[in-house]
């Protein structure tokens, strides 16, 4: 019997080998950390939660510009060649099933979902992102950001350690309030959804630092974090099933007109779509989970990063008030559209921003052909990793790549650089849909607080100096910041 075992495994071993032969025989030629066998290399990622993000940046770092891992018996292959990531995102459309790990909280969400869903969601959320149907915003980000100034006012001089989450529930209302018709103050437990939004990401992190909880069986044994894993998308789901309530009665009590912005908006246009069985009702939810997390958290996190650059480098920030006072000679008026797209120094300082600190800093995508990149090979089957952190930091393309300098911004520089150097919202087809609701959430806050406030950063002199919380997103951990009132 003992014998029969042994070459059963004997067995089942080769077997696995030959299936994945041709993985095998390219992932051999590509660099990359020692390997066990099962295991690969997802032993490196056992660390602790605060240094998971380090870990992993400092591996794909020692082996750049291209890198193999195996993690249990999936490959993994990084670059930070922009070639190679110009054919990656522009040939293989299908997720990496690392986001599966996203599946009970927005499976079919175009995020997460396979190109055959992907392609319809987005031809059905296309028309909710166009150029006219943004700029009817403005008014309303104007407002929330006005609000985010009034809060700072009454705490002039104090100093803040933590202002993240009260960005974020002003991103959350006025994600409500644009893309939804829903007025966000008659939706309850909204600081609850951001609480429990952080908790999902937490448990993610834990997963993912725990190298045999990625495995599904050892996932479900873990009792603990799969039961709060559950409980946290249940509330979450409740939350979202609330908007979609409030959505419904308010489509079923106007009569929209298919030509009106309104019925152009998110949820609205969903809503209809779903009268008319195109996309049903947990699609939705998956697709409004996506977005209202995806719009407000990633708004609020840049947000909350640029201030924190500002404050450190007081010359760049004075150099953006001096812009706002020649476009916005009535300091006292708020901005209105035409004036914000003549922010360009404004616009610099924040895609300078998002290159050092992306604030999603991977992007995976499975590869269903074979990828050449000379003089490797990404076979089929692999999973290939953009890590935008070492992309935005390529020596070979960025000169003094951690120099925070807006002027690599300038026309002039932007066309020496190939156009896979800066994605910090993708590339390719499938990319951000939400981009230009991002950066003008991201770009009227960010003005309207600048001209009413002078922010100082307290305990830092570089941007190196900022410690970092690797949630899912990249956000500041250490931020500790001050705004003086400006007078006009």
Not at 27 to 33: D, Q, R, V
Not at 53 to 77: A, H
Not at 463 to 477: A, E, F
Request: proline share 4%; glycine share 2%; hydrophobic share 40%.
């Amino acid at each position: 019997m003992t014998w029969i075992f042994i070459i059963s495994v004997i067995f089942i071993i080769i077997s696995i080998l030959w299936k994945k032969r041709w993985l095998l025989y390219h992932a051999w030629k590509i660099p990359g950390p020692f390997s066990v066998p099962l295991v690969g290399s997802a032993y490196l990622l056992s660390a602790t939660k605060d240094s998971f993000f380090e870990v992993v940046y400092r591996n794909l770092d020692s082996y750049r510009p291209v890198i193999k891992t195996w993690v249990g018996s999936q490959l993994y292959i990084a670059t930070t060649r922009p070639a190679d990531v110009d054919k990656i995102l522009t040939n293989c459309l299908n997720k990496s099933p690392f986001y599966e790990n996203f599946n009970d909280a927005m499976k079919h969400s175009l995020l997460t979902s396979k190109v055959s869903i992907w392609k319809e969601h987005r031809k059905m959320i296309n028309p909710s992102f166009n150029l006219k149907i943004l700029n009817s915003f403005h008014d309303t980000f104007v407002s929330y950001s006005t609000e985010m100034v009034k809060y700072l006012s009454d705490l002039e001089g104090v100093e803040q350690t933590n202002l993240l989450p009260v960005i974020w529930e002003k991103t959350l209302d006025a994600a409500l309030a644009t893309l939804t018709t829903v007025n966000p103050q008659v939706i309850k437990e909204r600081r609850r959804f951001i609480t429990v939004t952080v908790k999902f990401e937490e448990i993610l992190i834990q997963r993912f630092h725990t190298f045999w909880l990625l495995v599904d069986f050892f996932w479900k044994l873990s009792k603990r974090n799969h039961k709060e894993h559950k409980e946290v998308c249940q509330i979450g789901h409740a939350f979202l099933e609330n908007i979609l309530l409030q959505e419904k009665k308010q489509y079923d009590s106007d009569d929209i007109n298919d030509d009106t912005i309104q019925s152009k908006r998110f949820l609205t246009n969903l809503t209809k779509l779903n009268r008319t069985k195109q996309i049903t009702h947990e699609e939705i939810m998956d697709e409004t989970c996506l977005m209202l997390i995806a719009s407000s958290e990633t708004a609020a996190a840049t947000i909350n990063t640029i201030l924190t650059f500002l404050g450190i480098y007081s010359d760049i920030q004075e150099r953006v008030y001096q812009e706002l006072v020649s476009v916005l000679p009535n300091m006292e008026n708020s901005p209105t559209q035409e004036e914000l797209n003549r922010l360009d120094y404004l616009e610099r300082v924040i895609k300078e921003t998002l290159r050092l600190v992306p604030t999603v800093p991977f992007i995976l995508r499975y590869a269903d052909e074979d990828i050449k990149c000379d003089p490797y090979v990404f076979p089929v089957g692999s999973n290939l990793i953009v890590p935008l952190v070492l992309l935005h930091k390529n020596p070979d393309v960025w000169p003094e790549p951690e120099k925070f300098d807006p002027d690599r911004f300038l026309s002039d520089e932007v066309a020496k650089r190939h156009r896979c150097s800066y994605i910090p919202f993708s590339f390719g087809a499938r990319n951000c849909i939400g981009l230009k609701f991002g950066m003008m959430v991201v770009k009227v806050t960010v003005a309207t607080i600048l001209r009413n406030f002078k922010v100082q950063t307290v305990g830092m002199n570089s941007w190196k100096d900022i410690q970092w919380d690797y949630m899912v997103m990249l956000k500041t951990k250490n931020s500790r910041l001050r705004f003086e009132k400006r007078k006009f």
